[in-house]
């Protein structure tokens, strides 16, 4: 399994798969401002005496000399093919570094990198659309896969699965920022086919073992709109939903211009009053 040396010792300090992280992200962040948020590489072969003078506690020193020894939790993401991509990784999405607050200091992926850091349009929606938002949804993934753009979705049934599909269709390429298993999402053979053929790349900072949580999903909106220029909204029924709450925010936090499929819902009504663009077909 290829994956970078500052990746895997990101992932050994703070992965969740089987335990929890060996060290707090209090503590993570007090050893990275010691090594002035330098690549991690080096931590491959250093010394308990080393990192006990980076760290401002020894049972801390301890921990991080501990699970940077540990390889089962890598061996499990090899059996899977799934890899690691870090902040100082070439790949990761670099649009999230320059628009949140907030970012990963590791993804899970699989699939096609190469495609994160391209000219991208989101797709987001209701799972349980309309014909009419369906419909609008495939319009829009044709036309990103002819403009030559990633589209960027949560990969959730209803509009991003159509979006999706479409795009594939027309000759396009897909990123999803995933809430669920990367694991189980795998399953699905359409969706399988398409990351080993290059179409699709998957990533998530969560558990891709885990299951899904609504809160995870929630969190994850914020890194669908940042890493795209431009959004679109395919059908909105609701203000306690996801996609309303995704759209409000990437719209209060100015990170992509966002355009709204109007089907005179109340929440688009709002969406539309801050600042989204009404499309009205």
Same mark, same amino acid.
């Given at each position: 399994?290829?994956?970078s040396?500052?990746?895997k010792n990101r992932?050994?300090?703070?992965?969740?798969i089987?335990s929890?992280?060996?060290?707090?992200?209090?503590?993570?962040?007090?050893?990275?401002?010691k090594l002035?948020n330098?690549?991690?590489?080096?931590?491959?072969?250093?010394?308990?005496?080393e990192i006990?003078?980076?760290?401002?506690?020894?049972s801390?020193?301890?921990?991080?000399?501990?699970?940077?020894?540990?390889?089962a939790?890598?061996?499990?993401?090899s059996?899977h093919?799934i890899?690691?991509?870090?902040?100082?990784?070439?790949?990761y999405?670099?649009r999230?570094?320059?628009?949140?607050?907030?970012?990963?200091?590791?993804?899970?992926?699989v *699939?096609n990198e190469r495609?994160?850091?391209m000219p991208? !349009?989101? %797709?987001t929606?209701?799972? /349980?659309?309309s014909e $009419?938002?369906l419909?609008?949804a495939?319009?829009i993934?044709?036309?990103?896969a002819?403009e030559?753009?990633?589209?960027?979705s949560g990969?959730?049934?209803?509009?991003?699965?159509?979006a999706?599909?479409?795009?594939?269709?027309? *000759?396009?390429?897909?990123v999803?920022?995933l809430?669920? !298993?990367? %694991?189980?999402?795998?399953? /699905?053979?359409?969706? $399988?086919?398409?990351?080993e053929?290059?179409?699709?790349?998957l990533?998530?900072?969560?558990?891709?073992?885990g299951e899904?949580d609504?809160?995870?999903?929630?969190f994850?909106?914020?890194f669908i709109?940042?890493?795209?220029e431009?959004s679109?909204?395919?059908e909105?029924?609701s203000?306690? !939903?996801g996609?309303f709450s995704g759209?409000k925010?990437?719209? $209060?936090?100015?990170?992509?211009?966002l355009?709204?499929?109007d089907?005179?819902?109340?929440a688009v009504?709002?969406l539309?009053?801050?600042?989204?663009?009404?499309?009205?077909?």
């Open positions: 399994m290829i994956w040396c500052d990746a992932f050994l300090l703070l992965n969740d089987s929890a992280p060996a060290i707090s992200m209090e503590e993570f962040s007090f050893l990275q401002d002035y330098q690549d991690f590489s080096f931590l491959e072969h250093i010394e308990l005496w006990v003078e980076k760290t401002d506690k020894k801390t020193a301890q921990r991080v000399y501990t699970a940077l020894k540990e390889t939790d890598l061996d499990l993401l059996k093919n890899r690691l991509l870090s902040i100082k990784d070439n790949h999405p670099k999230l570094l320059e628009k949140l607050d907030y970012y990963p200091q590791f993804f899970y992926f *699939g495609l994160i850091n991208s !349009s989101s %797709v929606g209701a799972r /349980n659309a $009419k938002g419909k609008f495939r319009d993934g044709q036309t990103i002819n030559k753009k990633v589209l960027v990969g959730a049934r209803g509009c991003d699965f159509e999706t599909a479409e795009s594939i269709k027309y *000759g396009g390429k897909a999803w920022f809430a669920t !298993s990367i %694991v189980d999402t795998l399953k /699905n053979e359409t969706v $399988k086919n398409w990351v053929t290059g179409k699709l790349c990533l998530s900072d969560f558990n891709p073992f899904f609504r809160k995870q999903a929630l994850r909106n914020r709109y940042a890493n795209s431009f679109f909204v395919c909105c029924n203000k306690i !939903s996609t759209a925010y990437c719209l $209060k936090n100015n990170l992509s211009q355009y709204v499929f089907n005179n819902e109340s009504k709002e539309v009053s801050l600042g989204a663009i009404s499309i009205i077909k």
